[in-house]
């Protein structure tokens, strides 16, 4: 064994041993919880958080070896379907709808799955899957939510699981990302630069995130993104990046006014116009066609 690898495990035996153990309970988490055993669901995360805790404060100053552990942590989730949520079904059945060029929004799946010439894969088991709640309403997910799912749905195929790595490596790319600007933002704002693995190693995001295939962590990364922008004075990109933020998950909306303040408001004005114009450049598709059907049909 080399000099200075035998040195390095050495010097972080205790960071190494806690990061494996973590892994053993993500595993664990993954692929052998029952979503009914609370039991089970509390303690493992329980242990998850002081192992964060202990982590970050015995190496919050190597970033290369919190970030490399925080995607082995997102990773130990890769070829596994979610155990906690059922939402991925939907998320599938909207892929296939749009990579197929239909629009998500016209029809609930309680409509379209005794069509005979239904263009979905697997669509018995996707139906099945998301649960009569989901089945019967209409899809109430943004446009670039539905672009990440298409994707997902033409990476993954024919296979469900297939479609599920796509997801996670979407999401994966999203908090690297979230990682890099946040980390840049926090050094903006004067503050510690190591508080970003609050986020990176937190288990809630990585089971919630990663693990149940929520987006938003993808809201999140267009989110950070823009505050970087604003911090260093490039609003006019940042209105640009944000409006995708808003076109994966509506609640950036809720922040809006907030700008006003700090932006005055001249620059207000340019900022929510060219979020306003991209927002309206991802809807324009879906409610294009979905007024050309509905006119069609009167």
């Known amino acids: 064994m080399p000099k200075r690898l035998a040195t390095y495990l050495k010097l972080h035996k205790v960071s190494l041993f806690l990061a494996l153990l973590s892994i053993v309970f993500y595993y664990t988490f993954a692929y052998h ?25 015995f190496e919050k100053w190597n970033y290369k070896f919190l970030l490399g552990i925080g995607i082995l942590f997102r990773l130990t989730f890769l ?14 059945w909207d892929g296939h709808l749009v990579s197929n060029f239909m629009n998500p929004y016209l029809n609930a799946p309680d409509q379209l799955i005794s069509q005979s010439n239904l263009v979905i894969a697997n669509a018995k088991e996707l139906y099945d899957g998301m649960g009569s709640l989901s089945a019967r309403h209409f899809s109430n997910y943004p446009p670039l939510n539905q672009f990440a799912f ?9 296979s469900i699981l297939g479609s599920v790595i796509a997801m996670r490596g979407i999401l994966i790319f999203a908090d ?29 995001i990585i089971i919630e995130l990663t693990g149940n295939l929520h987006f938003e962590g993808l809201m999140l990364f267009f989110f950070v993104w823009a505050m970087y922008l604003i911090s260093v004075n490039k609003w006019q990109w940042a209105g640009l990046v944000y409006a995708c933020s808003i076109a994966v998950k509506l609640v950036p909306l809720l922040f809006l006014p907030l700008f006003l303040k700090h932006l005055g408001f001249k620059k207000s004005i340019l900022f929510f116009s060219s979020w306003a114009g991209l927002v ?13 059907i509905i006119t069609h049909k009167q």
């Open 33 to 57: 919880l029952e979503r009914t055993d609370f039991v089970r669901l509390i303690s493992l995360y329980a242990a998850l958080f002081f192992l964060c805790y202990k982590l970050i404060q």
């Open 79 to 92: 070829l596994v379907e979610p155990n906690l949520s059922q939402d991925y079904f939907r998320f599938i």
């Open 150 to 158: 298409a994707l997902a749905a033409v990476l993954g195929g024919k």
């Open 176 to 204: 690297v990302g979230i990682f890099y600007f946040g980390r840049i933002l926090l050094k903006n704002l004067n503050r510690s630069p190591h508080h970003i693995f609050w986020y990176f190693l937190n288990p809630l």
């Open 280 to 292: 309206c450049f991802f809807f324009y598709p879906f409610i294009r066609r979905s007024l050309s």
